[in-house]
């Protein structure tokens, strides 16, 4: 049972991977937690840099920042990205391949690309930049993967339980919200999170699109360690914001598991 | 309120509960329903019976409004609701795959239609446990269950009784035994009979199993290729069946071409005597149920008499089916197990068989081509 040469060489291989991968953010996670200031020599447990960023005003108005153009943009983008899929799914209209394609674009382009062009735009409109223009920008590109994965959705949706519906005395708009938004719920909620996910983490789009006095939690963290700031605050910002993220890829991940 | 006592009392004298006039339905090029009529009667079962894509099943959803015809008139207990919604008709369905609400229970399921029409609570209640009971489904057991948590039998049943707790006038039913094994099949049929005795409903049944229709039907319609090629009792598609098509689909059928002269048809047999009024000098097809034709002593005495050779024999338990080669026909016969001759028959060997004139399914003319 001696494992082949070949095999011995595959998991060194692999486990090269995982450690580049993972071993800096558990480095950042590690010494969030550390007592002195110094990066590379872990002096003792404790929870000061977290009780600095508590008391941090500027990281409270980011983090409000974020989470408010997060859960607009989830709520909105939910809202068009559910109808426009509903819409391509359900209705015979013409032209549908093309919409569909447009919808994908935003998926597929660069970040860069994408910010580029809002900055153009707001620029030409003449726009102020600032939370709004920030909001627009998460909202306008969120609206496609909310579009695709409600699609998916509702693309496997047995059409048969709609008419069932119809033939027990629903009209259309009742069957939807009793029948059709129900089902769909692990498809929505999961776009949700990803949409939120997308939106609360986002760096390019949102240094592009803001204007003076409207900073999130990327950006500040950006700043700061663009001044040669990175320090074990930054750290624990850091982590803060993984443990946001994970819980929601978690619950998104319990949520598709318990659908199988 | 006299007014409406009158306006229900009238139409509960109307005798045709659902009429098809002249139901024309495209899809693309394709004609799913071309100029059907059709009258389903008062507490009527009425099979829908014709092969897959025959149109049967375009017709139960224009009865139920889920399509819309291009050309017809569907009139419901003496209504015309051609442009009226699903929900604005009287129906109630059973689909193929059942369409139970998988995130509701039995109860939710059952109660979904009477929660639409807001009956209060306590005769929801009321008329859920009656509709479980109508289908045999003790409400103390199934009632808090959801769908997935039932057999294919039971689902079977919530769909019948979610789709017959309304009340509607029609019960249309879409293929609904077809994903049962043959079993629970069997029984369902004899269950949707009672079902149907007691509540009274007219129901519209689409399937594509003949045997299904016979059992339970009152009246048939054969349709074939998006035309209603007969509708009759059970007896009369079987018996008297008025086109090849109807011949073939329905039971099985031995099937003799050639010309009609003077009351007999020429085939490469032979001569086979038949009743028919078509026109001497005619191509005809001759249909002959495997039943009818008699073998060995008994055959002795009949109007056509026929000398063949058994190519074949199939045993069945209460019949034998045996394969006769007359010439190059080959013929089907059913002999019963209990024939005095049955154990005699073996394959290779000569056989007599015979039939009279008039049992013959039909004598249908041949199109010219």
Same mark, same amino acid.
């Given at each position: 049972m001696s494992m082949s040469l070949r095999d011995k060489l595959m998991g060194l291989y692999s486990a090269f991977v995982y450690a580049f991968l993972y071993v800096p953010i558990i480095i950042v996670i590690i010494f969030s937690f550390n007592e002195s200031r110094t990066l590379g020599q872990f002096t003792g447990f404790s929870l000061k840099w977290y009780q600095v960023l508590l008391g941090d005003k500027v990281v409270w108005v980011a983090f409000y920042n974020s989470l408010n153009v997060a859960v607009i943009t989830t709520l909105v983008s939910l809202f068009l990205g559910t109808l426009a899929a509903y819409g391509m799914v359900r209705l015979d209209i013409g032209g549908k391949g093309a919409i569909d394609s447009l919808l994908y674009v935003p998926i597929i382009i660069p970040e860069i690309a994408e910010a580029l062009s809002l900055l153009l735009f707001y620029k030409f409109s003449?726009? &102020?930049?600032?939370?709004?223009?920030?909001?627009?920008?998460?909202?306008?590109? &969120?609206?496609?993967?909310?579009?695709?994965?409600?699609?998916?959705?509702?693309?496997?949706? &047995?059409?048969?339980l709609e008419e069932a519906s119809l033939t027990l005395g629903a009209n259309e708009v009742q069957t939807f919200l009793k029948i059709t938004l129900p089902l769909s719920m692990p498809g929505i909620i999961a776009a949700a999170l990803i949409a939120f996910t997308l939106s609360f983490d986002d760096f390019i789009k949102t240094a592009f699109t803001t204007g003076p006095g409207f900073q999130t939690l990327p950006l500040i963290i950006w700043s700061q360690s663009a001044r040669g700031g990175v320090g074990p605050e930054l750290n624990a910002l850091t982590t803060v914001i993984m443990a946001i993220s994970m819980t929601i890829a978690y619950i998104y991940a319990k949520l598709t598991m318990e659908k199988q | 309120m006299e007014m409406m006592e009158k306006a229900e009392y009238i139409t509960s004298e109307v005798e045709d509960m659902v009429v098809l006039r002249n139901i024309v339905k495209r899809f693309g090029k394709v004609v799913a329903s071309d100029h059907v009529n059709i009258e389903i009667k008062r507490n009527e079962f009425f099979s829908l019976l014709g092969p897959s894509g025959s149109g049967k099943t375009t017709l139960l959803r224009i009865i139920a409004g889920l399509e819309k015809p291009d050309e017809g008139v569907v009139i419901l207990e003496g209504k015309d609701v051609t442009n009226l919604p699903p929900y604005k008709r009287n129906i109630g369905m059973v689909f193929q795959h059942l369409a139970l609400f998988p995130h509701m229970t039995v109860f939710e399921n059952i109660a979904y239609g009477l929660r639409l029409r807001k009956f209060p609570e306590d005769e929801i209640k009321k008329r859920v446990y009656d509709a479980l009971e109508l289908v045999k489904m003790p409400h103390e057991m199934f009632a808090e269950r959801k769908p997935s948590q039932l057999s294919g039998g039971q689902q079977q049943r919530v769909a019948i009784a979610r789709a017959l707790v309304t009340q509607p006038a029609v019960l249309l039913l879409d293929e609904p035994l077809g994903a049962l094994d043959l079993k629970i099949r069997q029984h369902m049929m004899l269950e949707l009979k009672r079902i149907q005795r007691t509540v009274g409903t007219t129901f519209v049944y689409v399937t594509h199993d003949q045997g299904e229709a016979l059992v339970m039907s009152d009246r048939i319609a054969?349709?074939?290729?998006?035309?209603?090629? !007969?509708?009759?009792?059970?007896?009369?598609?079987?018996?008297?069946?008025?086109?090849? $098509?109807?011949?073939? $689909?329905?039971?099985?059928?031995?099937? $003799?071409?050639?010309?009609?002269?003077?009351?007999?048809?020429?085939?490469? $047999?032979?001569?086979?005597?038949?009743?028919?009024?078509? !026109?001497?000098?005619?191509?005809?097809?001759?249909?002959?149920?495997?039943?009818?034709?008699?073998?060995?002593?008994?055959?002795?005495?009949?109007?056509?008499k026929f000398e063949g050779k058994i190519r074949e024999i199939v045993y069945k338990g209460d019949v034998l089916i045996v394969m006769v080669a007359l010439d190059d026909t080959e013929v089907k016969v059913n002999v019963p197990a209990t024939h005095p001759e049955a154990r005699k028959l073996r394959e290779g060997e000569a056989i007599r068989i015979g039939w009279d004139s008039g049992d013959e399914a039909g004598v249908f003319e041949l199109e010219a081509e």
């Open positions: 003449g726009y &102020d930049l600032g939370w709004l223009t920030v909001l627009l920008g998460h909202i306008a590109f &969120d609206i496609s993967f909310v579009y695709v994965v409600v699609r998916a959705r509702l693309a496997g949706f &047995d059409r048969s | 054969v349709i074939h290729e998006g035309r209603v090629e !007969q509708v009759g009792t059970p007896y009369e598609v079987y018996e008297k069946p008025r086109t090849k $098509f109807v011949a073939n $689909f329905i039971g099985e059928a031995n099937f $003799f071409e050639g010309v009609l002269r003077n009351g007999a048809v020429e085939t490469s $047999f032979g001569v086979v005597k038949v009743v028919s009024d078509i !026109q001497s000098g005619k191509k005809v097809v001759v249909s002959l149920r495997p039943e009818r034709i008699r073998v060995g002593k008994t055959a002795e005495g009949a109007d056509n």
